[in-house]
């Protein structure tokens, strides 16, 4: 069972969740993740998948553009076509406990996704996401290609990076998804900044080290 549902997540949930999105994808473009109508954000309302619409500025979406597809891609909600990155966001929610995902171009994270193969372990804020951050290879945006190559680079992981493409991420909210890719392109921001210090070579973590700062990651925050 997905973990929305586990929350308790219906169809009758649909505007709030869909008012989550449409905030959460301003919040995109407002903290330069993105440029235009490029990314895109999901969140699960029970079997119905909210979606942002293709080609459609996040600032002119209101309560009545609600776009909702179920998880074969049917669209069952709405008269916006959803995002030509479907085929990605169905796959992610299909194969995991996903309720929210975030797509975005994000600058650091993009360059960093031309360079390596796998996100080089600059912090420890990678055990957030499971590990070390792979980059899942090219395949044209919108196919089912790109969302076969980003399930193998999510394998064991709730982020990858898409090469030559950008970023995505998932969460059991909209807020985790939000800051794990938040927390992707900082790390890429990081380990372009320091590796482009002329004779110096930056200083990376052992998959050891990174381990330990994942067990104590676990207990990090409030509790009770």
């Excluded at 995109?28 to 954000?41: C, F, K, Q």
Aim: aromatic share 6%; hydrophobic share 40%; net charge neutral.
């Amino acid at each position: 069972m997905k973990a929305f549902e586990r929350a308790g997540g219906t169809r009758d949930d649909i505007p709030r969740v869909w008012a989550q999105v449409v905030a959460t994808a301003r919040r995109t473009t407002a903290e330069g993740l993105v440029v235009g109508t490029s990314g895109n954000v999901s969140a699960r309302a029970g079997d119905v998948v909210l979606v942002t619409p293709t080609g459609v500025p996040y600032d002119r979406l209101g309560p009545g553009d609600a776009v909702g597809v179920d998880l074969d891609g049917r669209q069952v909600l709405g008269d916006l076509a959803p995002t030509s990155e479907l085929p990605m966001h169905l796959a992610v929610y299909r194969a995991t406990d996903a309720a929210a995902i975030v797509h975005t171009h994000a600058v650091h994270a993009t360059a960093v996704s031309t360079l390596v193969t796998e996100v080089p372990l600059i912090h420890y804020m990678a055990a957030a996401l499971g590990g070390p951050v792979r980059v899942a290879p090219y395949a044209l945006y919108g196919t089912e290609e790109l969302a076969a190559h980003m399930l193998r680079a999510l394998d064991g992981r709730t982020g990858c990076l898409l090469q030559n493409h950008g970023t995505l991420t998932y969460g059991a909210t909209l807020d985790q998804a939000y800051d794990r890719t938040a927390q992707l392109e900082w790390m890429c921001r990081v380990w372009l900044t320091a590796a482009a210090v002329p004779g110096r070579t930056p200083s990376l973590l052992s998959p050891e080290r990174l381990e330990e700062a994942a067990g104590k990651l676990r207990g990090y925050g409030q509790r009770g």
